[in-house]
């Protein structure tokens, strides 16, 4: 495989998977280079579903090799809310800002014991002959009360990792890497590619 490109408009996702696929010897373009595709509709249950049709349909409209990660927040106390739709769960319009404000919200009482949580990433590596193949990782930690960090994107400054002492958004990128569900995914993806 000499091309791949990376299906996402999240540049938080975008910088961690540059960085992490750096050693793979593949031209690696992102959407920013195919200014005219369109959305793509997450209308799927699963994270396996959404990132499949992420990657399919960027594989198909361009012709290239294409990733897609499609990941979320899944909350023990929220009955795994809120999952596949983490990106739009303070509803349309929703950013960083008010995502995370409503899980503080939602959470509001919740003491630290049952404030348990986990990110779960799907990565789907599709051609465009529509065959897919697809990684998964999980990262488990808990939800803070108030937000710690300035780093990463979404509901990081949100997540505490017990073996860092630390939130997601105060770790450098690489170290993010090293543990997340993204990270791990992406991982088995090498793996894979260094055999094809
Ligand atoms: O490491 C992470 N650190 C913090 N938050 C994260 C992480 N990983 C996923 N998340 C959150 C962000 C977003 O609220 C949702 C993903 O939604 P998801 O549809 O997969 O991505 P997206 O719409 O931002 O970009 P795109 O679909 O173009 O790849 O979960
Ligand atoms: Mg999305």
Known sequence: MTDLIVATRNKGKLLEIGKILEGVHCRIYSLADFPDLPEIEEDGVTFEQNAIKKASAIAQLTGL????????????????????????????????????????????????ERRGAAFHCVI??????????????????????????????????LFFVEEEGSSLAELPLERKNRLSHRGKALELLKGKLSKA
């Open 65 to 112: 090799p294409a990733l897609a990660d499609d990941s979320g927040l899944v909350v023990d106390a929220l009955g795994g809310r809120p999952g596949v739709f983490s990106a739009r769960y303070a509803g349309t319009g929703a950013t960083d800002e008010t995502n995370n404000a409503k899980l503080l919200e939602e959470l509001r009482g919740t003491p630290p």
């Open 124 to 157: 789907a590596l599709c051609l465009p002959d529509g065959s897919c193949t697809t990684f998964s990782g999980e990262l488990r930690g808990s939800i803070l009360e108030v937000p710690q960090g300035g780093g990463g994107f979404g509901y990081d400054p």
